[in-house]
């Protein structure tokens, strides 16, 4: 442990147990950080796919996909550039019930999640199921803005936030890892915050 | 579809392990924002455009960390510089301006970021906001070291000019400075929001080159906008958002 000289941490008094290694809360700011233009994009001709490795590729339009059941997430974010955001509140769709039309092939083992932009992101499969990810349209009780990834995001919030790819247009299963666009520039390849998984070689 | 970024040829910077640094010099660019001279004590090799995780330890284990991204050009040198806006309040941001002082030393960990890099051949255009100045600067020096100027192309925008960052190296040739809230006396150009005006000389005869883009959030969507509207294709705009750091 290396002591930084006269630096006591005048912050953490208020450090928050659910903040993970790193992190610090953001309060009521909620940084944007995407590596390219946000994309204003339509309602009207938007879609979303569950492809690859599945029984029955299946494809929503928005209105079929805002007719799905929806469900809420009440809890914490973490972005790996060291914010975090404490009790967020998002609503949409599991994605438990999207892979439940799809039918996933045994095979399938990773989960890339595409975005309008051609933004990709790579997730083992288990890391999307069993009630630990959503494609969300709100959040705080706001209709999703474009900057935040809006009209619809992913949403892994048990991961670094990079994995809740914006502007998301399908999930695409495979039997491989396949490294997406951050992975692919350094970042890790799960990105767990609790195990401080940012950067590929990390734990 | 393709991903952005998908054949960006960058091989340098991989974030290593923690190290210890010495702060070897420092001064302020404006009156809320440090520079920090740091001595790696052996040859750091990065890209400008990259950043570095910076890191303090209290006696009892606790500890805060932030990105900074590094002013300095690429020089073959064991020193970087990073320069840290002041946000009140701000634990780490605050520590790093009002009471480091020269001789201290600091744990660093990068270089980290091999999106919004130069690679130092490719003539790009900058367009920075406030703080988003830091990493084109990197690469307007780098491009400045090479004997190579013409390759950089950079629009700053500053609220008024006690805010400027690196104000004895900018604007220049190459550089220019758009004020938003108060211009200095004699400027040809009224104070006011970046517009496609602005933008445009930036494009003459180089519609090919990759655009760095580097601010707050709603400068960066503001940029973008314009960028759009001037038909630049979305591929070649590479956005950093610099959310508040503290």
Known sequence: ?203 | MSAPGASVPVTVGRPGRWRVVTVAGARWETPRARTLRLDLGEEFAFLAGQHLLLRLTAPDGYTAQRSYSIASAPAGSAFVELTVERLPGGEVSEFLCDEVVVGDTLEVRGPIGRWFVWDAEEPFVGVAGGSGTVPLMAMLRQARAAGRPELARLLVSARRPEDLYYADELPGPESTVVWTREAPPGSARAPGRLRAADLAPLFDGGQERTVFVCGSPSFCDAVTDVLAELGVPASRVRVERFGPSR
């Open chain 1, 1 to 203: 442990m290396h002591v930084t000289r006269g630096f006591t941490g005048h912050g953490r008094a208020a450090r928050d147990p659910r903040l993970p290694p790193g992190q610090y809360d953001a309060h009521d700011d909620w940084p944007v950080l995407n590596a390219e233009p946000t994309p204003r994009l339509r309602t009207d001709r938007w879609t979303f796919t569950v492809e690859g490795l599945v029984e029955n590729e299946t494809t929503w339009t928005w209105d079929e996909f805002r007719a799905l059941p929806a469900s809420r997430y009440d809890g914490d974010i973490h972005c790996v550039t060291s914010w975090s955001k404490l009790g967020m509140t998002f609503t949409g769709v599991s994605v438990d019930l999207l892979l439940e039309a799809a039918v996933p092939d045994p095979a399938a083992a990773f989960v890339t999640a595409v975005s309008r932009t051609g933004y990709t992101t790579n997730l083992p499969l288990a890391d999307v199921r069993y009630g630990k990810a959503w494609v969300v349209w709100e959040a705080q009780g706001r209709e999703l803005t474009p900057q935040h990834g809006g009209p619809a995001r992913l949403l892994v919030p048990h991961l670094y936030f990079w994995k809740s790819a914006k502007w998301v247009s399908g999930l695409r299963l495979t039997a491989e890892d396949e490294q997406g666009f951050w992975e692919r520039n350094g970042y890790h390849d799960r990105g767990d915050p609790w195990r401080e998984q940012r950067y590929q070689g990390d734990d």
